[in-house]
């Protein structure tokens, strides 16, 4: 384990004044409620109900129940003390259709739920597009369709006008690698395409989706409103002097040909055909509207990946070949702290990363808007959960971020992934990321002891030695399993 999973400094250390501590979720995660109020289906009320997409079958139609449960899931981010809400729109809940006529009962949901969080002090943040592409655009050739991008402008501009007075800050896309790569080339994720062309295609079109967004936004909301996209860029390490070539390249695949086109304007040459866009699908004006420009980055980190010669036909412990670059192969030291996601935990490379961006970005904000760990979590014969595991997660974590803000990165702010546990995608309801744990039959929340902790450091700012986390005897109160009215 490394000296930042180990609480660094036996002192306790500050956050910059103003720095914004919040958790997240995502509409198809957590909302259920897949046929109510005049809500269309979505790509993935399609793919998870298709035999074989997830694990045991499991479907988001019923979640975490929040579109029946507001008032319960806001007490929670009451009670945990963070300043903001990271949330996303169901574009199927507010454009059955993916365009045109908007659903009132939808969009007032949302507006509801803003609300309610201003009314506890609580900001709202509001992506636009979390992977819940409405079906009908899919039948249409979903991202691999250029017209989807401008049905997310569209979905932008009724957004920020219905929500502008209660937002005032915005993120446009989540993770466009995952959008692409699972759902495209993978097939892993909705809509389960195998396709490296429909791949190239949808990298192109989401970001032309996100800087319609942006431009969208920027004419419906109030001056000051805070715009930008979320990245998952994942670090590519080379282990030796051979791979440093490869990993180069693996980080223009899957990194910079999405951070690229919004930064510079251009997609990066070293990417692979079949990663890059190709020239004909990119229109004269594209990529000056996906460089349209941003008031700040978020970062979505989990792990990185380290690269290393190896030998194909004799693979060694730790090791796995990457595909389309024989004699290299993908390696995770056996000792390596890892997840339950089998996701090596590396709070230095979410350093490295915030340095990294500071300096391509020219110095925008970066807010780290995911971060967060699987754990097999469980309610003890005491009533606890004691996901320890979460908790030192968490404090390394937030100690690699203070290392980059003492180095002069200008990182604004931390979201927690994720408020609750959720439906976790092909995973089903077996990963468990939440601070609160949700007992999926009664819909009951409990706090797990890294929601204590997590609430003491949103409430001071401060970052305290690990082993003094979560004072005895305190307890987040549990929310009953009696929906509340909404």
Same mark, same amino acid.
């Given at each position: 384990m490394n000296s930042l999973s180990n609480g660094g400094s036996a002192a306790a250390r500050q956050f910059p004044e103003g720095f914004l501590w919040g958790t997240g979720t995502s509409s198809y995660q957590i909302e259920?409620?897949?046929?109510?109020?005049?809500r269309g289906p979505s790509i993935w009320d399609v793919f998870a109900h298709a035999p074989g997409n997830t694990f045991h079958g499991d479907t988001g139609d019923v979640a975490c129940d929040s579109y029946n449960r507001l008032e319960d899931d806001v007490a929670i981010i009451r009670e945990l003390g963070v300043g903001a809400y990271r949330f996303s729109v169901s574009w199927p809940r507010v454009l059955p259709s993916g365009s045109g006529t908007v659903n009132q009962a939808g969009l007032d949901y949302y507006r509801r739920l803003c609300e309610r969080l201003l009314e506890h002090g609580i900001q709202p943040v509001v992506t636009v597009y979390h992977w819940d592409l409405p079906q009908a655009l899919e039948e249409t050739g979903g991202w691999a369709n250029r017209d989807t991008a401008y049905r997310m402008g569209e979905l932008a501009q009724v957004l920020g006008t219905a929500l502008g007075d209660q937002v005032r800050m915005w993120i446009t896309i989540n993770e466009p690698l995952q959008t692409v790569h699972q759902g495209y080339r993978a097939g892993t994720h909705a809509p389960g395409k195998r396709d490296d062309a429909l791949a190239a295609a949808a990298t192109h079109h989401i970001m032309l989706a996100h800087g319609? %967004? @942006?431009? %969208?936004?920027?004419?419906? @909301?109030? %001056?000051?409103t805070r715009i930008g996209p979320t990245m998952d860029t994942q670090p590519y390490i080379a282990l030796d002097s051979a791979s440093e070539a490869v990993a180069d390249i693996l980080d223009a695949d899957f990194n910079r040909v999405y951070l690229d086109p919004v930064l510079r304007g251009s997609y990066p040459d070293a990417a692979r055909t079949g990663f890059r866009p190709p020239d004909e699908l990119i229109q004269d004006g594209d990529l000056e509207i996906t460089a349209t420009p941003i008031d700040f980055l978020g970062v979505n980190y989990y792990r990185p990946h380290h690269v290393r010669s190896g030998d194909w036909e004799d693979l060694r412990l730790g090791e796995r070949r990457i595909g389309g670059f024989p004699g290299f192969v993908q390696y995770m030291a056996p000792d390596l702290p890892r997840t339950v996601m089998e996701w090596g935990i590396v709070p230095e490379s979410l350093r490295d990363l915030l340095l990294r961006l500071h300096r391509?970005?020219?110095g925008l904000p970066l807010y780290i808007t995911e971060n967060g760990c699987a754990a097999d979590d469980y309610i003890s014969p005491a009533g606890t959960i004691d996901d320890h595991?979460?908790?030192?997660?968490?404090?390394?974590h937030l100690g690699a971020a203070l290392e980059a803000i003492a180095a002069g990165v200008n990182v604004g702010g931390y979201f927690h992934w994720s408020l609750m546990d959720n439906f976790e995608w092909a995973e089903g309801y077996r990963r468990r990321f939440g601070l609160f744990y949700v007992d999926f039959e009664s819909g009951r929340r409990v706090a797990k002891r890294s929601a204590h902790f997590y609430a003491q450091v949103a409430r001071s700012g401060e970052l305290p030695p690990l082993q003094d986390v979560v004072p005895s005897g305190e307890r987040l109160p549990d929310v009953?399993? @009696?929906p509340a009215a909404v």
């Open positions: 259920g409620a897949v046929s109510a109020d005049g319609l %967004a @942006t431009q %969208a936004l920027r004419a419906c @909301t109030p %001056a000051g391509e970005s020219g595991e979460r908790v030192g997660y968490i404090h390394g009953p399993a @009696t």
